[in-house]
């Protein structure tokens, strides 16, 4: 399988931890020269770059936020002299005041360096004919793809979003290959796709799709490879890493997210507590990178929730480590008697059970200050109340009410499926 930087992506453990330290080292004496964050990093009683000696120092170091980058705008987190900059992008966020990210040249680099390996990663290969999808404008995702291309030589078609009769003219005409896109604009794409008045309802040459910025169900995902025979890709990355494809993507074995580890550190904390979690146990996604100039970025929680998957070498050869795709926010989370859990631990418990069908609710219902917890699931003849409960009893540390219903029972929601419902709390 094709790899962009065969030595930068099996690199060994002891060897992305030494690159680790010496780039977090890097990052904190660029981060050190702006009076924002010196000020950040002096509250929490560090008073010089020279305070972090090894990664577990790491954690001595403040948490960022999104209302951080607010608080910056437009550039008070640049690091660098205003002349090395090249680019901006950014993302609105949803008070209004948008989030920035400034690249110098270098920056841009990393950036189209990332991007490559997630083409390479996705079966890509020099000539191809790629077409981009996402916005070239404020929004990262245009731009990223393009500098991505330039970088592993692919043969670009700088499409943009909507006019989707011309993306299907544009992927024939050009024999694309692969496509970037959100997820939720290609059900439109097949849409279109299905009423072609001259019965001509696929794209020959597509093969690989890379999907970014949004979370989307395995089901979709099947349905789309199904439909247009192609592969799926999960790209990540957001404006405050320094855009798509800087943190990663799935490779062919799709068994998890490859964080490029040579470029950034990777914790998973509880939301509310900010410890570390172990491996395998789900929280905030947050990072810290290794080789950007303008703006490095330390300790960023991202609000997506994810777990560590494997720090082992994959099938594929990579040995950076693996997060579970991202499938919800911190918003989502739910804390019960003690305990955090998010609805898609939920679902996955569930699915465990022989019988249990897709459709499931979870109800919090408020007595006397306390929270009683009910899942209502549908499932085949045979399976109980009492099975769920305890299963998830086992999965999540506490013990709910089950409630089985026949298929077809539950209510179903247009759209993005409402599993939460709240009575009284
Ligand atoms: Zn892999």
Not at 86 to 109: C, I, R, W
Request: glycine fraction near 8%.
């Amino acid at each position: 399988m094709g790899m962009w930087n065969r030595t930068a992506e099996t690199l060994s453990r002891d060897e992305l931890a030494a690159l680790q330290l010496k780039g977090l080292q890097k990052s904190l004496r660029r981060v050190w020269c702006n009076d924002f964050y010196r000020e950040r990093l002096s509250v929490k009683g560090i008073s010089s770059p020279e305070d972090v000696k090894s990664l577990d120092d790491l954690s001595k170091l403040p948490f960022f936020t999104k209302d951080d980058f607010r608080d910056a705008y437009p550039l008070k987190m640049n690091c660098v002299d205003r002349r090395e900059l090249m680019e901006f992008h950014q993302s609105s966020g949803s008070t209004g005041t948008p989030v920035v990210m400034a690249y110098t040249k270098n920056d841009l680099n990393q950036w189209a360096e990332c991007m490559a390996r997630c083409y390479a990663m996705a079966g890509l290969e020099k000539g191809d004919a790629f077409q981009i999808m996402p916005t070239f404008g404020l929004f990262n995702g245009g731009f990223g793809c393009y500098h991505g291309c330039r970088k592993a030589h692919l043969f670009c078609v700088p499409a943009s979003s909507g006019n989707t009769e011309r993306q299907i003219k544009l992927m024939r005409d050009f024999h694309v290959k692969g496509f970037c896109s959100v997820v939720s604009y290609v059900p439109r794409l097949i849409e279109k796709l299905d009423a072609d008045p001259n019965g001509d309802f696929d794209i020959p040459s597509l093969k690989v799709g890379i999907f970014g910025s949004e979370t989307f169900s395995d089901e979709l995902r099947r349905r789309i490879e199904k439909r247009l025979h192609i592969e799926c890709f999960d790209i990540y990355g957001m404006t405050e890493t320094g855009g798509i494809g800087t943190t990663g993507q799935d490779c062919m074995a799709h068994n998890g997210i490859h964080v490029w580890e040579d470029q950034y550190i990777t914790e998973i904390i509880d939301p509310v507590t900010g410890e570390v979690l172990p491996d395998g146990e789900y929280g905030e996604v947050v990072f810290t990178s290794l080789n950007r100039e303008a703006m490095p970025i330390i300790r960023y929680r991202t609000r997506d929730i994810s777990r560590i998957l494997s720090r082992e070498k994959c099938a594929c050869g990579r040995t950076s480590l693996r997060i579970d795709r991202i499938t919800g926010r911190t918003d989502d989370m739910l804390i019960v008697k003690g305990v955090n859990f998010y609805p898609r631990q939920v679902e996955e418990a569930l699915m465990e059970i022989p019988g249990v069908k897709d459709e499931f609710q979870i109800v919090l219902e408020e007595h006397d200050g306390m929270t009683d917890v009910t899942v209502n699931v549908e499932a085949e003849e045979g399976v109980t109340g009492h099975m769920v409960a305890k299963h998830l009893r086992e999965k999540l540390g506490f013990l709910p009410k089950g409630d089985v219903f026949p298929v077809g029972s539950l209510p179903r929601s247009e759209g993005k499926a409402k599993r939460v419902v709240r009575k009284n709390v």
